[in-house]
Each structure stands twice: as structure tokens, then as C-alpha cells.
């Protein structure tokens, strides 16, 4: 059996794999990269820090979800994928949801 030297996968994989590590990238560099949670004095300051901290690691995550709907749509326009392309139109909805959870709230609540 002869086998092929080199690299034998296929350009769609290639891209499809860039695009997780860039993805992975982005979550360490705004997870790592967060605000701090400083203790004051005051209760309140630390809840309202709390909360910030938090909603900062939420906008992280959908961001990252938001760059890989961005990712299937493109794969699935290359490939011509119906139901690659709902799933990526479905991530980038949640994406943009989870991105912009507390302003959505901040809306909701008044």
C-alpha cells in the first residue's frame, strides 16, 4: 500500500480548523484579559463589580459563538449546505443575543 506523504486533508478542514484556533484565541485573550473584581467598602460597589465582571465573561462567550456562526455560514455558502447554513444562521443569532445580553436586560427592565 503506497501511501501519500504530506498533509491529505481537505481545504475546508484546514480553514475550519484556523477558524476554532482563532476563535480559542480570542476567548483566552478576553478571558484572561477580563476586569478585575475590586473589594470596597461599599456592598453595593462590589455587586455592581461582580456583575460587570460577569457580564464581561458573557460577552466573551458570545462573541466567540458569534465568530463561529460567522464561520459556518461561510463554510456552508462554500459547500451548499442547507441545514449547515440554518445552524449557522442559528449561532449567529444566539452570538448577537449573548453579546449584547445586558443591554438587552438594561431595555427589558428599564
Given at each position: ?26 476567548l483566552?485573550?478576553?478571558a ?20 460587570t ?17 460567522i ?13 449547515q ?26
Amino acid at each position: 500500500m503506497i501511501r501519500k506523504k504530506g498533509n491529505s486533508r481537505k481545504p475546508a478542514e484546514k480553514s475550519a480548523k484556523r477558524a476554532m484556533a482563532v476563535n480559542l484565541a480570542l476567548l483566552m485573550l478576553l478571558a484572561f484579559g477580563a476586569d478585575t473584581v475590586y473589594a470596597a467598602n461599599d456592598p453595593l460597589k462590589v455587586v455592581n463589580n461582580l456583575s460587570t465582571f460577569i457580564f464581561s465573561l458573557i460577552r466573551a462567550i458570545g462573541m466567540i459563538l458569534l465568530g463561529f456562526g460567522i464561520v459556518q455560514v461561510g463554510l456552508s455558502l462554500k459547500s451548499h449546505d442547507p441545514s449547515q447554513r440554518a445552524n449557522g444562521f442559528l449561532t449567529l443569532a444566539g452570538g448577537i443575543i449573548i453579546t449584547f445580553a445586558k443591554e438587552i436586560l438594561t431595555l427589558i427592565t428599564g
